[in-house]
């Protein structure tokens, strides 16, 4: 059914209550921006000429707000004249709202198109935008946070501009917007504001501050662009990405300090879009529409009003603790000088481990800290340290405890000033300075694990106790039986082959942006994007019986060696809307599994070389198939079978059914230098087993080798890699 996105707005302005003054700043702010365009546009077109490339670097979006909005695929300056006539012409001096948001979305071309040309120079190797801009952000960033913003782990978009007249308070709404997960898009002096007050901006922390006046576009381009990835509808229906714009990626915009009419032109932009703005200036009652353009002068109450005029409710348990905490602060990392204690990483001894406990033998919320608190050490001290997260559950099972303990990584994580990285008895973290300056002890670690837990895990998880300790006494004393957790956890683990069970599942949480993929989770192979392995798949749909995780029997086997079943089939024809027939799950030449758009690896085969390459979405450079990972993540993305190219997790190459129908671990000629370090060990383990002798992974080529076909080859008989002696590969 069509979407007549505009009814959102019928009766937002009340009866006799036009607010003409707004709706005149906004058509001389459209006019002044579609102006300024046309100059800059036809200077630019004077110099370099209409057939000069014009575009945004790593995207495959064209300029994306006009790519969503008319479906237009930019790729010259010539293209541009008359888009921005027809820009001009939508700008009506008639002083109605439905005016005013056209003149927005007008703004938002001309914004586009100015920022496009800036880029006219754009070099690599010299940002446009020096640190800690961002100005236009990339696709691979866009994707990195794609699954947390479907799933509303990021629950929604705060888009800020302006000055704050408080910059104190500012500071507190943006720290209270990461706690909560938010994404946040800065915009103007609010930036300096920020920076001031010892905020921390930029992409690790999902905060962007994007630069100047109408660099506010890139928050719209991101936005837009996360609808077309995610929401799998076609550019160019334009109520259609509004629609989803409103009910998925759910943003606002606060506008602060003095208005402009430019800013304000934008500010509509956005409106249209389906995002509401909230100011700071106070206004008079013709220059508001309630909800949509109002004013909110109190800083405390700003965040909770645009909350509750976007419907969107926080479930999340609130932690009480002296740190930030929130997905914003993952992926920061403390260096040595900035850390005040370290445990683990090989320098000290440290574990940590979730065990299944009795209903007796737990005390729910309890956390413990045996030894010495964080106090009682110095700047610079390392401890011996461990974790243990004693879980009871009705629905609890030893299977799940890795599932539990592997999330304690992103946990920590979380916290600000916290930072872990590996796990078991091989774990490392950091506390750091600033962390302990503000009051952060070892025993908020626990807390944080407690609520999580909880939090993440309600269906089988009932009762959490977490017990630290600091000794290293206790520590030595405790880590052998650790240890043989570990170690009957991985015999389980090795019994878990896909011929052990008699149940796979299924994932579909990628239907929302790819409706007609379904991945198939098997012991043996692990959904595409590396986060979901079939225990995690069991876990999650003991959690959410209705869930994204749908057992799938293993029953009518029709090709047992290119592992084909008559009910997986069935599962997936009904899926996938009818678009999928058959499956070999270890096969990708030969109807193999389709592919969303957040796999970890591609594959493609590279006949010359008898063999198969691997490029992972962090390796940005060419590869010997003559193609980068984003060029080759547009050919095999959106759930079509591609035979001959494959999305993968990264696991699934060191999987005894790594595409064993197609001659298996072999046919790997090339994959980046990183994945192959990752890798090392298993690789070699598995290349013993296969009888490729000790060292598999030194046969294998990367970038280093080269990154064609030519370069490759010489290496590869010259280590006398296996795929040349195999049975031709088509
Ligand atoms: Fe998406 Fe497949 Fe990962 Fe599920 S397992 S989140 S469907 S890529
Ligand atoms: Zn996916």
Redesign the pocket.
């Known amino acids: 059914m069509a979407v007549d996105f505009d009814k959102l707005f019928e009766g937002a302005i009340p009866e006799g209550k036009n607010p003409t003054r707004l709706f005149r700043q906004v058509y001389n702010g459209a006019i002044t921006a579609v102006s300024y365009a046309e100059i800059l546009l036809s200077q630019a077109i004077r110099r370099y000429g209409p057939e000069h490339p014009v575009g945004y670097p790593d995207t495959a979006y064209y300029l994306p707000v006009i790519r969503c909005y008319s479906g237009e695929e930019v790729k010259k300056l010539g293209d541009l004249p008359p888009i921005l006539n027809r820009m001009r012409a939508q700008v009506k001096s008639e002083l109605t709202f439905e005016n005013a948001r056209l003149a927005g979305e007008s703004t938002w071309y001309a914004a586009e198109i100015i920022e496009a040309l800036r880029y006219l120079e754009y070099d690599p190797n010299e940002p446009l935008a020096p640190e800690p801009w961002t100005g236009f952000i990339g696709d691979p960033v866009v994707r990195r946070f794609g699954?947390k913003m479907v799933d509303w782990t990021i629950p929604g978009e705060a888009i800020i501009i302006g000055r704050a007249k408080d910059p104190k308070k500012l500071a507190r709404m943006v720290q209270e917007l990461m706690g909560m997960g938010f994404m946040i898009f800065l915009c103007d002096e609010v930036v300096e504001q920020l920076l001031e007050e010892n905020v921390k901006l930029g992409i690790d922390y999902i905060a962007y501050p994007l630069g100047n006046f109408t660099q506010v576009v890139h928050a719209a381009n991101y936005a837009l662009r996360a609808g077309m990835m995610f929401g799998g509808i076609t550019p160019g229906l334009r109520d259609e990405q509004r629609d989803y714009q409103r009910r998925r990626i759910r943003a606002f915009v606060l506008y602060l300090g003095e208005h402009d009419m430019v800013k304000t032109a934008a500010a509509f932009g956005a409106i249209f879009t389906g995002f509401p703005v909230i100011t700071d200036q106070p206004l008079a009652e013709d220059e508001q529409i309630p909800d949509w353009f109002f004013t909110v002068e109190d800083y405390d109450k700003m965040i909770q009003i645009a909350l509750e005029v976007r419907g969107i409710k926080l479930t999340k348990v609130r932690l009480e603790l002296p740190i930030n905490f929130g997905p914003a602060f993952e992926g920061e990392s403390i260096r040595k000088d900035a850390m005040y204690v370290e445990m683990g990483g090989g320098r000290t001894t440290a574990f940590e481990l979730v065990r299944t406990v009795g209903e007796g033998e737990i005390e729910d919320g309890k956390v413990e800290v045996i030894g010495p608190e964080i106090d009682a050490f110095k700047a610079g001290d390392r401890l011996p340290f461990a974790t243990i997260v004693d879980i009871y559950g009705r629905k609890m099972q030893e299977d799940y405890e890795g599932v539990l303990e592997r999330r304690i990584h992103d946990f920590i994580n979380y916290g600000e000033g916290l930072w872990h990285t590996a796990q078991r008895d091989i774990v490392w973290l950091r506390i750091s300075k600033e962390a302990v300056a503000k009051g952060a002890k070892f025993r908020h670690l626990g807390e944080i694990l407690v609520a999580k837990m909880k939090e993440e895990f309600p269906a089988i998880v009932d009762r959490v106790q977490v017990t630290i300790y600091t000794t290293q006494e206790d520590v030595d004393r405790l880590i052998p039986m650790a240890r043989e957790k570990y170690r009957q956890r991985d015999e389980r683990l090795r019994g878990l082959t896909d011929e052990a069970v008699d149940t796979f599942y299924s994932?579909?949480?990628?239907?929302s942006f790819a409706p007609n993929?379904?991945?198939i989770?098997t012991p043996e192979r692990?959904?595409?994007?590396?986060?979901?392995s079939w225990l995690d798949?069991k876990a999650s749909h003991e959690i959410n019986p209705a869930g994204?995780n749908q057992p799938v029997p293993k029953e009518g086997v029709m090709d047992e060696w290119k592992g084909m079943w008559k009910s997986v089939n069935e599962y997936v024809y009904n899926q996938t809307n009818h678009n999928l027939e058959e499956v070999n799950i270890y096969s990708m030449l030969d109807k193999p599994m389709t592919s969303?758009g957040?796999?970890e690896c591609i594959m493609a085969i590279l006949p010359e070389c008898n063999g198969i390459m691997i490029t992972t979405r962090e390796h940005g450079g060419m590869t010997p198939c003559g193609m980068t990972f984003s060029t080759l993540a547009g050919m095999v993305g959106g759930g079509t079978q591609t035979p001959g190219f494959m999305g993968v997790g990264r696991r699934y190459l060191v999987s005894r059914k790594f595409i064993r129908a197609d001659g298996g671990l072999g046919r790997i000629v090339w994959m980046p230098k990183e994945l192959k370090e990752q890798l090392r060990e298993e690789l070699n383990a598995r290349g013993k087993e296969e009888g490729f002798g000790d060292n598999f992974a030194d046969m294998i080529a990367d970038e280093t080798v080269g990154t064609t076909v030519d370069e490759i080859l010489p290496f590869l008989e010259e280590k006398g890699h296996p795929a040349l002696k195999m049975e031709p590969l088509m």
């Open positions: 699954i994932c579909v949480l990628c239907q993929h379904a991945c989770v692990l959904g595409l994007c590396g986060a979901v798949a994204p969303c957040c796999f």
